[in-house]
């Protein structure tokens, strides 16, 4: 399901796979973040780190009644304060899509799949 959004000359639709690559981009700029992880790791392998072109794996797009939410699965590297880390790339992340798309998300929640050691 696309979002979308009125603009007085028409509408703007924009994919699930386009936020996905643009959330996807700005967590693993992030420092600590490895890159980011499988949703279901237990089907999918062990955690392994996604490359960009598989971000949609990672990430998340979900939109409900109260607005957009965004779940991001991210590998942390070994020795970092995760609480940190996870609260930059929120931030981050939000300030993206805000920035990129103009359009407000309701909630971007962090899933730390794994930690690494670099």
């Given at each position: 399901m696309a979002v979308s959004k009125r603009l007085k000359k028409g509408s703007v639709s924009v994919s699930p796979s386009a936020i996905?690559?643009?959330?996807?981009?700005?967590?693993?700029?992030c420092y600590g973040v490895l890159?980011?992880?499988?949703?279901?790791?237990?089907?999918?392998?062990?955690?392994?780190?996604?490359?960009?072109?598989?971000?949609?794996?990672?990430?998340?797009?979900?939109?409900?009644?109260?607005?957009?939410?965004?779940?991001?699965?991210?590998?942390v590297a070994y020795g970092v304060k995760i609480t940190?880390?996870?609260s930059e790339?929120?931030?981050k992340v939000r300030y993206v899509l805000k920035k990129t798309l103009d359009i407000n998300f309701r909630a971007?929640?962090?899933?730390?799949?794994?930690?690494?050691v670099i």
């Open positions: 996905a690559a643009i959330a996807g981009n700005a967590a693993t700029e890159g980011l992880a499988s949703q279901t790791p237990f089907r999918d392998g062990i955690n392994e780190l996604l490359r960009s072109d598989n971000y949609q794996k990672g990430v998340l797009v979900k939109q409900t009644k109260f607005g957009v939410e965004i779940n991001l699965y991210i590998i940190e880390v996870a790339v929120q931030k971007v929640n962090i899933y730390v799949q794994s930690t690494k």
